[in-house]
């Protein structure tokens, strides 16, 4: 599957770390944007890592600071036969996925 993946973190350890985690998957295209190519067993490994990451950050956090952190994952091929041709999924609070099937042009 091909993904484009944004990323808004706002502690810098944690920022690191999924700059770090994105350099081993695919290239950076702008300085929080990367694009993968990688198949749906590798795309749960990495959610499931980066998962980690927002989760220790959260725990960094004090309780005066807001949790804004968040990360998109803008599917652009199928990932198995059957799926929906595109979707948009994503880690952190509030994120809700979002299913298109339609071409989306970014």
Known sequence: MYLTVTY???LTKAR???VNLLDSYGFRVQKSVY????NSKQFK????QM???LKWAKKQYSEEHENIDGITFYILSKI???SVDG???GLGEGFESVYF???LIM
């Open 8 to 10: 808004d973190i706002t």
């Open 16 to 18: 690191n770390k999924i």
């Open 35 to 38: 694009e993968i190519q990688l």
């Open 45 to 48: 490994i990495l959610k499931k």
């Open 51 to 53: 998962n980690r990451i």
């Open 80 to 82: 198995w036969e059957g």
């Open 87 to 89: 979707r948009i999924d």
């Open 101 to 103: 099937d339609d071409v």
